[in-house]
């Protein structure tokens, strides 16, 4: 007689699915206003919202890669630590001054910028580098989905994305109408994104153990590295879309 396993529990994956669509959309309603706040433009605005997706495309295959080496659990948690950084950083942004600053230097002449603007950058240039967390929360599901299984729990997946994208643009709205404009939204954000912190602690099991092998070959190239983070920027919009 076959004796059933068990399967891990979900809630954490389904967690960090959730987190990082939410991160992602609900930025979405006030990031524009935050801009023209600290005396942004259109074109500051355009490249600040580039700047998770592009970063995400240079840090995704390399996390990916980190967790077929170490493990998925602790890739997962240095993901979701950038992305609580992350969030920290953008509300401390939120509460500096819009005070402009200038530069001189030579050959190129005087150039202004306005602190809280660098430090969203910086902000969401680290939640873009270290935001591998949906992909390798997707390896983890394949790592722990038999074949009767697996179309359930990718199921259960997308739901949980799909809530993300909805709910972040939900709350931006609501929390975001009070007095404290976009610092309330913020502040969920990085709530929960602690929340799913403290559950891949104490809930998640590692699927995958430490690999003693170097899975990286010798004539890896740059454009292979580039155009496996393609695939799986391409992947992760279909996988929304769908």
């Known amino acids: 007689m076959t004796s059933l396993v068990k399967q891990p529990s979900l809630f954490p994956l389904l967690l960090v ?24 433009n259109a074109i500051v605005y355009g ?8 970063f995400q495309l240079i840090g995704a295959p390399i996390l990916g890669k980190w967790s077929d080496i170490y493990g998925r659990k ?5 993901s979701n630590i950038g992305t609580a950084v992350g969030w920290i950083l953008f509300l401390f942004a939120l509460l500096l001054p819009a005070e402009k600053s200038s530069i001189d230097i030579v050959f190129f002449g005087t150039f202004v910028f306005i602190l809280p603007l660098l430090i969203l950058f910086l902000a969401r240039a680290i ?13 983890y599901l394949a790592d722990i989905s038999s074949d009767s299984t697996r179309s359930k729990n990718f199921g259960k997946m ?29 502040l969920a954000a990085l709530v929960l994104s602690l929340v799913t912190l403290l559950a891949i602690v104490l809930l998640l099991k590692e699927s995958k153990p430490p690999s003693n092998e170097i899975l990286v070959p010798e ?7 580039f155009f496996t983070g393609m695939q799986g920027l391409l992947f992760n919009c279909n996988y929304y879309k769908a």
């Open 158 to 186: 997308a739901i949980s994305s799909n809530l993300g994208f909805i709910l972040g643009p939900a709350l931006a709205g609501i929390l975001g109408g009070t007095i404290y404009g976009a610092i309330l939204p913020v």
């Open 47 to 54: 490249l600040l919202a580039a700047t998770y997706p592009a």
């Open 127 to 139: 939640d873009g580098i270290t935001g591998g967390n949906i992909s390798i929360a997707n390896a």
């Open 219 to 225: 004539e890896t190239t740059v454009r292979k590295v």
């Open 74 to 78: 602790k890739v997962l948690l240095l």
């Open 17 to 40: 699915n959730f987190v990082g669509t939410l991160g992602f959309s609900i930025v979405l309603p006030f990031l524009v206003f935050v801009v023209m706040k600290f005396g942004g």
